[in-house]
Structures are given as structure tokens and as C-alpha cells.
């Protein structure tokens, strides 16, 4: 898969910030959150993003992964 120009731009923000909320990349993008969660889905399957609970981060990053005692 080639990304396209949108998927390639919601990677460049990705890795800007390391970690991003999908509703952050709807807003940055100018897109409905349905299209973002669809590109976001795309990428982390061919293993350049990956996805957490409302959000996505770079696939070697901790961010936004808090463990369970994190949590409490």
C-alpha cells in the first residue's frame, strides 16, 4: 500500500508530536473522525502507526500507553 497525500501528512503530524488524539487529527486535517480512524487503521496494519484508545503514536513510542497502575 502508498499512502496518500492525506495518510502521509496525518504520519508527518504523528511523528511531530509522537503521540495524537484522533480527534486532534480530524481537526489538523479537516476530515470526519470516521476518515481519520479508517487512514489510521490502514497505516498501523502495514505497521507505521500504532493505535491506542483514542488516539495513535509512532510505532516505537510509549506515549499515550499508561499501564494499569498508571491508570488508577
Do not use: Y
Not at 495518510?7 to 476530515?31: C, W
Not at 496494519?45 to 509512532?58: C, I, N, S, Y
Amino acid at each position: 500500500m502508498s499512502p496518500n497525500p492525506r495518510q502521509l501528512t496525518l504520519l508527518s503530524v504523528v511523528q511531530t508530536q509522537g503521540s495524537v488524539t484522533v480527534e486532534e487529527l480530524a481537526e489538523k486535517l479537516g476530515v470526519t473522525l470516521q476518515t481519520v480512524r479508517r487512514d489510521v487503521q490502514r497505516l498501523a496494519d502495514e505497521g507505521l502507526l500504532k493505535r491506542f484508545h483514542g488516539g495513535v503514536r509512532t510505532p516505537g513510542s510509549k506515549i499515550g500507553r499508561a499501564s494499569c497502575r498508571e491508570r488508577v
